[in-house]
């Protein structure tokens, strides 16, 4: 398997880690530390987003093990990018000028970082 399905399967899973982990503990409400904190890690949707995540991370494993770690790491940031995206489309979230302009800043800079 090429190494750029190994990254975007990283970058995927993680970002959709990110999605669920804040879908479930919006079904929470907010959090501190104490009984709550773990009620939530066991909600489905932070459960699912904790797989997700983990998958993602022995994925990464692979990446690292065929890469540079000068190569791979700044590829973690496309997923600031993903996560404005994706947080507007599924959660809702507010989508301004400033946040897309701050994440064309961010994918510019991992073009030129992995050149």
């Known amino acids: 398997m090429p190494l750029a399905a190994f990254i ?9 880690g990110q999605l669920l982990l804040k879908a ?5 409400g907010h959090l501190s530390v104490g009984p709550r904190l ?8 932070v459960l699912a987003g904790f797989l997700c995540y983990g998958v993602s991370a022995l994925l990464w494993l692979v ?3 065929r890469s ?9 940031a496309i997923n600031y990018v993903l996560l404005v995206l994706l947080s507007a489309a599924f959660l809702g979230e507010s989508l301004s000028w400033p946040k897309l302009a701050g ?5 510019l ?5 992995t050149r």
């Open 38 to 45: 773990f009620d939530a890690a066991f909600q489905p949707l």
């Open 63 to 65: 990446v690292l093990s």
């Open 68 to 76: 540079q770690l000068s190569f791979a790491y700044p590829l973690l």
């Open 109 to 113: 800079g991992v073009f030129v970082l």
């Open 103 to 107: 994440s064309l800043i961010v994918g």
């Open 24 to 28: 479930g503990v919006d079904q929470v």
């Open 8 to 16: 975007a399967g990283a970058l995927v899973l993680g970002a959709t």
